[in-house]
């Protein structure tokens, strides 16, 4: 047994060392072709090498050939530097001199040439925005250049271009008293520009097919206000493009085209339904809901009344009662009783007049309590404004007070509506109440009045 064990040792020290072998002669193969590989690879390099250094001495000889003639370039413009230089110096003092000889020549045109200029800068402002400008264009560009060049040191005016300046300023005077009407380009609130003809009044206004424009310089034509005056004035616009001759009413700017823009500020002020829409919100239109519902039940009530009070009339004059109005039923409970004694029929007309005045007095205690609510709506919207006003100051300061007038203008629209609706209901309930007390006093009246005659007519027996 253990010469098997032996054996078998044996045989696999051998093989052990049989494949030992092998893989030592496969890593010397690989060992081997690794070397050659580095080899070929280091011859192939040290040729690119020799072709790369070669051509880098090549552009080195380029660079130095190119340095040599920058070189030489900066050397003649250096050259030429100075001499210009010195041209220039020298032109320097000749212009010297020659300003010298023309301020001496021009004299007292200097004075003169100043003067121009500060009327010509005065006018410019005017024709810029003016109305003229509109229909004689390129004047302001004109007194632009007749302005820089009055100030010039070189160039000088002549008589043409001070006769220009001086027929504007005419013109300009001429113009603004006169109606004339012409065609023209205008923009229109839609942005696109329509040729109309124009009807210019002055340098005050200009209307087109009835409708007031505007003009400014830096647009350059005229253009149809976003908002128009009321239709009054409108109307009297198509009047004035219509009319041929004699006079026409119509409204004017009186600050023209070129003053603080009046009408052009009035018609953008909103109206009293815009700031009441845009400043009540929802309180506000609450307040106006119930006040309108307040007015239309006083008028309901007062027409009521009113036939109530003919028809009540009516029966003072007929001798016979009738069931269609109250005093006619009052009196058919006097005649139902004929009998009574005097306290019975005082009570049983008591109680018919009773009977009567609750329709008589019907919704005069909403009424009432619509003119108290709407003050106290106001006072609502008021506060709740002013919490609005408080929460922008909080987030964005006290520094633009725009920020703050939406809120102080929802505050004050409300307390106004609040007062507006008040006034009217309270009067409305003040006459139906008034209304309705009449009627009762005549019931009133006839009642004790037979009681009266019935108390004589008891004392007669």
């Known amino acids: 047994m253990k010469k098997i064990i032996k054996i078998s040792l044996l045989s696999i020290s051998v093989l052990l060392s049989a494949a030992t072998t092998q893989v030592f002669a496969q890593d010397a193969s690989s060992l081997s072709s690794l070397l050659d590989l580095v080899e070929e690879d280091r011859v192939a390099e040290s040729a690119e090498y020799r ?58 045109l200097n004075e003169l040439f100043g003067t121009l200029q500060g009327v010509a800068g005065d006018f410019l402002s005017n024709f810029e925005n003016s109305l003229i400008s509109a229909q004689y264009p390129g004047r302001s560009e004109t007194i632009e250049a007749f302005i820089e060049k009055a100030g010039s040191t070189i160039n ?49 206004n200009a209307v087109s097919e009835g409708e007031y424009l505007s003009y400014s310089g830096d647009i350059g034509h005229l253009q149809v206000l976003p908002r128009q005056p009321d239709s009054g004035k409108l109307s009297a616009a198509s009047d004035l493009e219509a009319a041929s001759s004699g006079f026409t009413k119509f409204g004017i700017d009186p600050t023209g085209g070129v003053g603080g823009q009046v009408m052009a500020n009035l018609v953008n002020f909103p109206s009293v339904e815009e700031q009441v829409r845009n400043n009540s919100g929802t309180i506000g239109f609450i307040i106006i809901g119930v006040g309108i519902v307040g007015i239309v039940l006083g008028f309901f009530r007062l027409l009521i009344l009113s036939l109530v009070s003919i028809k009540v009339r009516s029966q003072l004059k007929s001798g016979k009662p009738s069931k269609g109005n109250p005093l006619g039923r009052v009196l058919l409970v006097a005649e139902s009783n004929p009998n009574a004694d005097t306290e019975t029929l005082e009570l049983k007309l008591g109680e018919a007049i009773l009977q009567e005045t609750p329709a008589l007095e019907a919704m005069l205690t909403l009424i009432k309590m619509i003119a ?20 922008q100051i909080t987030v964005y300061g006290a520094g633009d007070p725009t920020i703050m007038a939406g809120g102080i203008s929802s505050a004050l629209m409300t307390t106004v509506l609040g007062i507006v609706v008040a006034i009217p209901t309270i009067f409305m309930h003040t006459v139906v109440k008034s209304r309705a007390d009449n009627i009762i006093h005549v019931l009133e009246e006839q009642a004790t009045g037979m009681i009266a005659q019935k108390a004589e007519s008891s004392m007669a027996r």
């Open 156 to 204: 000088q005016l002549d008589i043409g271009e001070i006769e220009r300046f001086w027929f504007f300023m005419q013109q300009e005077l001429v113009e603004s008293a006169r109606v004339v009407s012409y065609n023209a380009d205008i923009s229109l609130p839609t942005g696109e520009i329509a040729n109309r003809s124009v009807t210019r009044v002055g340098l005050y």
């Open 51 to 108: 072709q790369r250094l070669q051509q880098f001495e090549q552009n080195a000889s380029q660079q130095q050939q190119i340095l040599d003639t920058t070189n030489e370039r900066i050397v003649e413009q250096e050259q030429l530097q100075s001499q210009l230089s010195d041209e220039f110096e020298a032109n320097e003092i000749i212009m010297a001199d020659k300003r010298e000889i023309l301020r001496d020549r021009r004299g007292d």
């Open 372 to 391: 108290t609510i709407a003050p106290l709506g106001g006072l609502l919207g008021t506060v709740t404004g002013m919490i609005d006003v408080f929460q």
